[in-house]
Each structure stands twice: as structure tokens, then as C-alpha cells.
């Protein structure tokens, strides 16, 4: 996978495998209308539950994990519509229109108006269950199957501590959406609000920093 980050793995939790952030319950929804039955949807939810989902690797446009249950072991491959260019442009206008929103991103806060309004310049964000795509080795007759709804399941729980992977799920990661941001504070006019700019110029250049440190650690 290109581009690929690997999630840490989530391990056995009690209790359900509901989200707690609105956006997160917005993922779980289209999880529940994705499913066939509701049978299939408590099946995913104990495997979910009792840590049989593996690493969990997001891309944009895809993921992919491992599941394991009394069978066997079994590869799900999931996928996610990109934004088109048009909407993916609509989508960095849309953070960069107020003051506060990238850095509400960065504390791992998902703003309602954000989405509405990305949503309003056709940058749609959540999806729907007709959207959540998903392959898997198993011999299950529905799409998805159980395997590929646990491993959405838990997906739930990392746009939870994180909404820049459904960002980078909808093809912009969060490097990508800070370069872009950069970009366009770079070469914005001198007529644009010089508050509002120099309060996203700010964020952006923390964040970035943040982002280098973080690579000269890991190196």
C-alpha cells in the first residue's frame, strides 16, 4: 500500500464496540445499514470486541486488515470513493474558511459545520453504507461479510481518536491537507483577513514542525 499508515492494534475491550465522537457514530451507522443482516452485524461486533482484528493499514481510497475467528485466518480488503480534485479543493477551502478548524483537526475534534458545509461544496466526507466496498478470503455469501464488518467496526473507533484518517480515507491525508494549506496561505492575496490568516498560517507551521520532530524521532 502507498502511502500506508499501520494502526497500532486495538486489543480486547468490554463492553460495546459503539463510538463515542458524533462523527464516529455517523461511521457506525453506515456500518449497520452496509450489513446484511443483523445477525452478521453482533457477529463483527464480538470479533471486533474481542481483539481478532489485526493492524488495521489505511490508505486513501482503501484499508486493509487481518481477522481471525474459530476458522481460520482471513485478509479483508476494503475500499472508500476518493474525492474527486473539485472536491478535494472544496474540502481545503472548507478548513481554511474559519479560524480554528485546523487546529480543532490537529486536537482530534471533527467540527459539524466543517462537514456540513465541505458537504454543501460536494466534498462529502462520512459515507454511506452503499460506499463501504469489501473483499475477504472467507466463503461468506454477503458483501460485506462478517470479517470485513468487524474490521469497519473498529475503524469506527480510529476516526474516533483520529479524524484525519477519515481524511486521508477520502484521499487527502492529513500531510497532504497541511502542504495544501500552506500553499494557499503562501500565496494568499493581501486583501484576504490578515487575523484569519495569520491564525492558519500559525496552526499550519506548528503542526508541520510537529510533523518533522516526529519523523526525526522515529529516525
Known sequence: MTGAILHPRVPARRGGVRATTWWG???????????????????????ARGGHVGQIATEPGRYVASVDDARGLWTVEGSLPVLDDAGLAALVETVAAEAGRIAALLAGDLPHDLVEQAEESGAELLPSGFELGSACGCDHWADPCVHALAVLSQLAWLLDADPFVLFQLRGLPRDELLARLHARQSAASTGADPDLDLDLDLAVEAALYAARLLEADDG
Open 25 to 47: 457514530k455517523a461511521w457506525v451507522r453506515a456500518v449497520e445499514e452496509a450489513a446484511y443482516a443483523e445477525a452478521d452485524a453482533r457477529a463483527a461486533r464480538a470479533l
